[in-house]
């Protein structure tokens, strides 16, 4: 069994993005690894793995818009299934 089954991935943007303040306020505020936040001041690419990737998903759509959001349950993956 997975520690945090979604992988939780998506691009924001924005104006005057903050990679490392976006890394530091996810890693300090959201349960989760595999953390990667790269890009510039506007555009950010987040990959993520949680158990509440709505969460992610409410900060990241705090900092602009957000899109091509994938969600995926590994643990069904992980049963060959659909994720």
């Given amino acids: ?33 595999c953390l990667l936040a790269v890009g510039d001041e506007d555009l950010i690419k987040i990959h993520f793995h949680t158990n509440e990737p709505w969460e992610l998903l409410a900060y ?14 590994m643990e069904r993956q992980e049963m060959g299934l659909e994720g």
Avoid: R
Avoid at 1 to 28: N, P, W
């Fill in 1 to 33: 069994m997975l520690e945090f089954k979604f992988d939780t991935q998506l691009l924001i943007e924005g104006h005057d993005l903050d990679e490392e303040a976006i890394t530091e306020y996810i890693t300090e505020n959201l349960k989760g690894d």
């Fill in 60 to 73: 990241a759509a705090s900092l602009g818009e957000i899109y091509d959001i994938v969600v995926e349950n």
